[in-house]
């Protein structure tokens, strides 16, 4: 059987407690992960290797915490439905290239808006993004700060916002008429 773990590279589990792994390093070579439905119970890793993790009606999904680390290499990240998230995670991914958040308004994290233009300076490679039940803060920061960001997210090619709720601060008119007196005619 630990010769089994040792060689799967994508793993799909429905409607499971995930507790403790058979031993440290069990899930090396995984590089996608699916898990539907799943009570996480302790620490668990998915390896350095990866790729694509998929969360669906999770809980317990902060012992996954250290799968976020500075040696991460994913790429694609859904959570939809999971009952808390940690932002300081997303930090660590740099690599991301689609990345969905889609929660029930009932969760505590969306009392606290998503600043886009952090999170997407955080994953400069992210082309897709999906984000429902989050408060998005959309103009943050002033102009200067704006503008300094702008080449870190170009890579972005799709938004897409679910249920949703936007927000704007004080300055954004101000950003808004410096970029529209910027334009030459």
């Known amino acids: 059987m630990e ?14 407690i995930l507790n403790r792994l058979p031993k440290p390093g069990s899930f090396t070579n995984l590089l996608k992960v699916e898990l539907n439905n799943i009570s996480i119970t302790a620490e668990v890793s998915f390896g350095s290797q990866l790729k694509t993790l998929y969360l669906n009606v999770c809980t317990g999904i902060q012992h996954l915490s250290c799968q976020f680390s500075n040696a991460n290499k994913l790429t694609h990240l859904l959570l939809r439905e999971s009952e808390q998230i940690e932002w300081r995670w997303f930090e660590c991914t740099k690599q991301l290239e689609a990345f969905g958040l889609a929660l029930t ?48 997210i170009e890579n972005l090619k799709l938004l897409e916002l679910g249920f949703y709720n936007l927000c704007q601060l004080s300055n954004s008119l101000q950003v808004q008429n410096r970029m529209a007196g910027s334009v030459s005619t």
Do not use: C, D, H, M
Not at 127 to 148: A, D, I, Q
């Open 3 to 16: 010769n089994i773990i040792l060689q799967l590279i994508k793993l799909r589990l429905t409607t499971w």
């Open 105 to 152: 308004t009932e969760n505590p994290n969306t009392r606290k808006p998503v600043n886009l233009i952090k999170l997407l300076s955080s994953t400069p490679t992210i082309t897709l993004l999906f984000l429902s039940g989050y408060t998005v803060e959309v103009l943050g920061p002033n102009y200067s700060t704006l503008k300094g960001l702008a080449p870190k």
